[in-house]
């Protein structure tokens, strides 16, 4: 499944099938070098991908009154990774811990960013300027940080009414305008997709007091 194309820093566009260009990866500590930091976060920070047939039982169609959705992070095991990469900055974990507005949370599957061709925290403009080093030091932390943050952000709609409804355009915390359609209005008979990339909702996870998760 294609992911959201929210971001050029971190999504393929639906115009191409080609492989994306070749980047340098994130390099481990150098035992003689002790500038360099290990691939950000840390190895082991991430949950282990679950398999998607693990999510087969999470659907939940009815709205959760008392639940939030900061609540509802780690119980979808599909989603595991999103919501790990959301709690790491203010910027995306306050909106979810909010009462008072609406987010919905366009969540792509552990699966789908392990087949990104870069990392969420990885800008190839970093490796165009800086070289293989982009990522060292407390300014390679801070650029990662940065870059995560907008990589999260693309997949947040704040401040819009959920449930969401079909042909009504809002813009993501990364300021994207995007929407969703339904069925022939889509392309796509008895789909929904959001648009304009044309990704296919896979299902409403969640839909709690504050907000809904919708897994991509």
Same mark, same amino acid.
């Not at 294609?2 to 971190?10: E, K």
């Not at 819009?160 to 022939?184: D, L, N, Q, Y």
């Given at each position: ?11 393929? /566009? /639906? ?9 340098? $990866? ?44 900061? #609540? ?7 989603? @595991? ?10 910027? @995306? ?9 609406? /987010?919905? &949370?366009?969540? $792509? ?8 061709p870069r990392k969420p925290w990885e800008n190839p403009d970093d490796? #165009? ?16 940080? #940065? ?20 042909? &009504? ?48």
């Amino acid at each position: 499944m294609r992911l959201l194309n929210l971001l050029s820093l971190t999504l393929l /566009t /639906t115009s191409t099938a080609a492989t994306p260009p070749a980047q340098e $990866p994130l390099h481990n500590i150098n035992n003689n070098n002790n500038n360099r930091i290990p691939p950000y976060p840390p190895p082991g920070h991430l949950p282990v991908i679950m398999s998607p047939s693990s999510s087969s039982h999470e659907v939940q169609s009815q709205v959760q009154p008392a639940v939030l959705l900061i #609540d509802i992070l780690g119980t979808q095991r599909s989603l @595991t990774t999103f919501f790990s990469l959301a709690r790491m900055r203010p910027e @995306t974990n306050e909106p979810l811990a909010d009462a008072n507005t609406k /987010t919905t &949370v366009l969540a $792509p599957s552990n699966v789908a960013i392990e087949h990104l061709p870069r990392k969420p925290w990885e800008n190839p403009d970093d490796y #165009d300027a800086l070289g293989s080093q982009a990522y060292d030091g407390s300014g390679g932390k801070d650029r990662a940080d #940065d870059n995560m943050m907008r990589f999260v952000q693309a997949h947040l709609v704040i401040g819009h009414p959920s449930p969401w409804e079909a042909g &009504v355009k809002a813009k993501t915390s990364a300021g994207r305008e995007i929407w969703w359609e339904e069925g022939k209005a889509a392309g796509q008979e008895g789909k929904r997709v959001v648009m304009p990339d044309g990704v296919e909702v896979e299902r409403v996870a969640s839909r709690v007091a504050n907000g809904e998760v919708v897994s991509c």
